[in-house]
């Protein structure tokens, strides 16, 4: 990272959503290491805190991103310590996976909630306060399963390709007011989100550091989409260009029409699947 780019960074004000762990957690570690002043949000209470102190952020707490007294509480508190927001990274999202046939209506409510209107709420408070500045850059986390969908994600899929519509659409919406939409899109991340699955025959999943990478590379260099890994944004742009029998056959030959259904390590999954789906604090 060249003194540039440091420079850049150093004093931003960023604020991340589920930055208890994960791709949040490493984007955090990334951008305060290089001179950021990040905040992080998360449901999970303790675990915010302990990741917040541990990183010696200057702020942290409890954030439920469906909430919005809760989304605009934190926000407030960001710009009390910290000053005016210059990044959010609406980070917050979940995966449970299984055949949409038995899913239940809760779970698919809570995917919608947590996954898409977190993603709006967060957009439209932050971008309330950039416009008078005419400043400020709002990067969503989607998801190449918003554009390659797969079988057992069918709820997840759509919440993602509905992150990418929206931040596209916010996007051409504030051409020309100083406030920037980027996503992000990233393949299966070797995070909690992932476990008991496997990634695509032959194409490795991303780290959570990569993803880290990515936002910084967006806020360094605004853009409206950055795909990780390279390989796997590829071919998810080039199933574009195929027929749908072509695309299913890919599918069939990378292993992921059952990597989600029957390929499914329960047990290794389970500790996840019940936080996800609201058995217990996520």
């Known amino acids: 990272m060249n003194s540039r780019t440091r420079q850049e960074l150093r004093g931003k004000v960023v604020a991340i959503t589920g930055g208890a762990r994960g791709i949040g957690l490493a984007t955090a570690t990334r951008l305060h290491r290089l001179g950021a002043a990040v905040a992080i949000g998360d449901i999970d209470a303790p675990r915010v805190k302990a990741a917040g102190e541990e990183l010696g952020l200057a702020m942290h707490g409890e954030l439920d991103v469906t909430d919005s007294r809760s989304f605009t509480e934190f926000l407030d508190q960001v710009e009390r310590e910290l000053g005016p927001i210059d990044v959010l990274v609406n980070n917050a999202g979940i ?3 299984g055949p949409v046939a038995q899913e239940p209506d809760t779970v698919s409510k809570r995917i919608l909630d947590i996954n898409v209107y977190g993603v709006i709420l967060g957009s439209k408070l932050a971008v309330r306060r950039m416009l008078p500045r005419r400043s400020g850059h709002i990067i969503n986390l989607a998801s190449l399963a918003g554009e390659t969908f797969l079988p057992g994600l069918a709820t997840y899929c759509g919440s993602k390709a509905a992150v990418i519509g929206f931040t596209e659409a916010a996007r051409r919406e504030h ?8 996503a992000v899109l990233p393949t299966f991340t070797d995070t909690e989100l992932a476990a008991g699955t496997q990634g695509a025959r032959g194409m490795r999943n991303a780290t959570p550091e990569a993803v880290a990478e990515a936002v910084l590379s967006l806020i360094v260099r605004p853009r409206p989409q950055v795909r990780v890994t390279p390989a796997s944004g590829a071919m998810s742009m080039s199933q574009r260009f195929m027929t749908i029998p072509v695309a299913d056959f890919l599918l069939r030959a990378f292993g992921m029409h059952d990597a ?3 390929k ?5 999954r389970r500790a996840y699947e019940s936080r996800a789906r609201g058995d217990e604090t996520s």
Request: proline content about 5%.
């Open 95 to 97: 995966m449970p996976v």
């Open 175 to 182: 051409r020309g007011t100083g406030v920037r939409f980027s």
């Open 260 to 262: 989600f259904t029957t």
């Open 264 to 268: 499914v390590d329960t047990e290794h």
